[in-house]
């Protein structure tokens, strides 16, 4: 098996910039991050990600995205002839070690088609597992799963729960736990007028941040059946709902009706900008994330660098993502959920100052990662 030296690339693949989402965004970290180490990359990214069918938002792509990966955009995902050729093109391109950002089974056999052409001709393959088991699962997912970690050298995953269930899968399999780093690359703080201004929300007005697309397991829902009860302790708050629907809007309207909380709610449906996402976290005072399933989440990383204090639900690796000011709760319990957020807004005056940057942890950075990353590819164990 080949290791991979200073000056021999390392293959990166999943998505990259100017796909949108949460992986993309990560993919394109651990880029910056290895190359800060001093490696090179060689960015692997998708002609085609979804098939416009299977895929329930309005775009896969965010225009006016300006990245420094400048990926080769070879891989689609329904194309096995695109496979033999990004096999080719990596080996052509003297890559030694191969990253494959692993979230969904629907990727597995073009990832397993890829990974076994680079593995015999000794290339070495590590899987950033994100999630193991899908959020929502399909017949297969497990053997699709199970099937391109068996080829993979080592695995790298965010979590514990995603390791148990890698470990379920593929029992010793050789899996390094790294968690989720901070995500800085939406800006700095700015103060909390200033982004408030630019949503139009008054100064003294609590907060609650609902952000990212809006899936069934996030638990939306059981956030809005919580928003009653704060309300009567907090009558000025609002909720600020940010991010695409991926399901049906109306039967959360409808719910939002129902619970005669209409004046409190500010829905907006779209994919939130790159150069936007700082104006949210800036003008909250608690980001809640009410998932009723979990591996870890991007949103924390998010809300962590602004200062925003948490609320969380008690799933997958959420608990110990959200740090000494965040407070988790059990899934599916509104009440609960509900005296979270009263205690965090009557706490405001533990918020970080807005224009100041969080003290940050060594193993919060990306640097950290990649070295932690390269242990993985070079095979080292701990």
């Keep these: 098996m080949a290791t991979s030296g200073a000056d021999e690339p390392i293959a990166l693949i999943g998505p990259h910039p100017p796909f949108r989402g949460g992986i993309a965004h990560f993919t394109e970290r651990v880029g910056s991050g290895l190359q800060q180490a001093g490696r090179l990359v060689l960015a692997i990214s998708f002609s085609r990600l979804y098939p416009d069918v299977l895929f329930p938002g309005r775009s896969q792509v965010e225009g006016d995205v300006v990245t420094d990966s400048d990926p080769v955009c070879t891989i689609d995902s329904i194309d096995p002839f695109s496979w033999a050729r990004t096999a080719k093109l990596i080996l052509d391109r003297g890559a030694t070690a191969a990253v494959f950002m692993y979230w969904m089974p629907f990727f597995a056999p073009a990832y397993c088609r890829i990974a076994s052409k680079l593995r015999k001709r000794g290339v070495r393959i590590v899987g950033l597992v994100h999630n193991a088991i899908p959020h929502e699962r399909h017949p297969g997912d497990r053997l699709l799963t199970r099937r391109f970690l068996r080829t993979c050298d080592s695995v790298i995953v965010l979590s514990e729960s995603v390791r148990n269930d890698v470990r379920s899968l593929v029992p010793g ?210």
């Design 173 to 382: 399999a050789t899996v390094r736990l790294q968690p989720h780093p901070v995500y800085d690359q939406f800006g700095e703080p700015i103060a909390r007028e200033a982004a408030r201004e630019r949503l139009d929300i008054g100064e003294s007005t609590p907060m609650l941040l609902f952000f990212g697309i809006v899936r069934p397991y996030k638990g939306l829902n059981v956030l809005l059946d919580a928003l009653p009860s704060v309300l009567i302790e907090r009558p000025e708050a609002i909720l600020v709902i940010a991010g695409e629907f991926y399901e049906d809007v109306e039967k959360y309207r409808a719910q939002i009706s129902r619970l005669d909380i209409g004046n409190h709610v500010l829905l907006v449906d779209q994919y939130i900008p790159t150069g936007e996402v700082r104006d949210y976290f800036c003008s909250a005072d608690v980001v809640v994330q009410p998932y009723t399933s979990a591996t870890q989440s991007g949103v924390i990383a998010i809300a962590r660098h602004f200062g925003v204090p948490i609320v969380a639900t008690d799933t997958g690796g959420l608990a110990k993502a959200i740090g000494e000011s965040g407070i988790a709760v059990s899934p599916g319990d509104s009440e609960e959920l509900g005296n979270a957020i009263r205690t965090q807004l009557s706490s405001m005056q533990a918020r970080l100052p807005s224009v100041d940057r969080p003290s940050r942890r060594p193993e919060d950075s990306w640097q950290n990662f990649a070295a932690e990353l390269l242990k993985g590819i070079s095979g080292l164990e701990g």
